[in-house]
């Protein structure tokens, strides 16, 4: 049996600007052209707990479009800059001169309707060096699975 707590909640976030950009993207009509190995700026939104957020007050950042699920659905790998990180659920690459770090373990399925405006595509080099984090974190390259 799960018991909770009965003290108030304080999240010390304003939840009202989070619920009103997430109804001004929602009835966004225009839907971007977009393809995989872009990077956008995205409304991400406010997360919870160690969920990566958005910055600034369009809660938003930039983010690698890893697959495109259909005109309305993408998979998407979100990016940083800050810091140097470290293991297997960052990828570092440079883009524009920038030192940039793809939060494989951050990956997620978002509406296209979130994506704002095109930073541009990324090298050949670097796609293949983020789509073998993503593949390292998240597939279990077991031999005994393929017999």
Not at 16 to 38: A, D, L, Q, W
Not at 54 to 79: C, E, Q, T, W
Not at 82 to 108: I, L, S
Request: glycine share 6%.
């Amino acid at each position: 049996m799960i018991y909770f707590q009965k003290k108030p909640i304080k999240t010390g976030r304003n939840m009202t600007s989070e619920i009103v950009k997430k109804k001004e993207i929602n009835e966004r009509s225009v839907i971007p052209m977009f393809s995989e190995g872009e990077i956008w700026w995205c409304n991400t939104g406010k997360n919870i707990g160690v969920e990566i957020n958005g910055k600034h007050g369009d809660f938003s950042r930039p983010v690698y479009i890893y697959k495109k699920l259909s005109a309305n659905s993408i998979m998407v790998i979100p990016l940083t800059s800050q810091k140097k990180r470290e293991g297997d659920w960052y990828v570092h690459f440079v883009h524009r001169d920038f030192h940039e770090y793809a939060a494989v373990c951050h990956a997620k399925v978002i509406s296209s309707k979130r994506l704002f405006r095109r930073l541009g595509m990324t090298s050949r080099e670097n796609r293949k060096k983020i789509e073998d984090g993503f593949s390292k974190l998240y597939i279990k390259n077991d031999p005994n699975l393929n017999d």
